[in-house]
C-alpha cells in the first residue's frame, strides 16, 4: 500500500510539473525542470570594463515596434529627448541603465511582425551614431544576442 501512495505522489507530482510547465510555454532540459522562454529572444548587456561612460551609468533603450524606420530617423542623439519615446507601449520599449562591470539579460518576445529591434545607447561625451545604434533584425534560430558596451560605444558579439 506505502509503495502504491509512493507511486501516485510521484505520477501527480510530475503532471502536475508537466502541466505547469506547458501553460509557462517551458520545455523539460535534462533531468531537471528548467524554463526556456520558447520564442523569446535573449539579449545580453555585458560591459567589461570600469571606465565607461566616465563612470555615469549609461541609459539603453530597447526598442520593438512596427515604426522602427522612423525611431530610427530621429537617431540616438535625440532619442532619449524626443515625445515619440513617451508614447511608446512597455512592450515595445523596455529601459535600462548599465555601468562599469555590469550585466543585464534581456528577453523579449517581439510579435511576428516585428523585423527589426532597435538599441540606443546615451552616451555623455560620444557622438558616433554607430556606436550608439544598434538594429538587430531577430531570426527564430538566433538563440541569444550578446552586446558588449565599451568606452567607445556598443558592438554585437556572436
Known amino acids: 500500500m506505502k509503495k502504491k501512495i509512493k507511486y501516485l505522489t510521484i505520477l501527480v507530482l510530475f503532471i502536475i510539473t508537466f502541466i505547469g510547465c506547458s501553460e509557462n510555454r517551458c520545455i523539460l532540459n535534462g533531468c531537471f525542470f528548467r524554463p526556456i522562454n520558447l520564442g523569446a529572444i535573449p539579449i545580453v548587456f555585458v560591459s567589461e570594463n570600469n571606465t565607461i561612460n566616465e563612470n555615469v551609468l549609461i541609459p539603453i533603450d530597447v526598442i520593438v515596434t512596427e515604426n522602427s524606420d522612423a525611431i530610427l530617423e530621429i537617431g540616438p542623439e535625440n532619442w532619449f529627448a524626443h515625445p515619440k519615446r513617451d508614447s511608446l507601449l512597455n512592450n515595445e520599449l523596455y529601459r535600462m541603465t548599465i555601468s ?28 558616433d551614431r554607430d556606436g550608439q545604434q544598434l538594429v538587430l533584425f531577430p531570426k527564430m534560430m538566433d538563440f541569444t544576442y550578446t552586446i558588449k558596451i565599451t568606452s567607445n560605444g556598443m558592438e554585437l558579439i556572436k
Not at 543585464?104 to 555623455?124: C, G, M, Q, T
Open 100 to 127: 562599469g562591470w555590469d550585466t543585464h539579460k534581456l528577453w523579449l518576445k517581439p510579435d511576428s511582425f516585428i523585423r527589426k529591434i532597435i538599441i540606443f545607447a546615451d552616451y555623455e561625451n560620444l557622438h
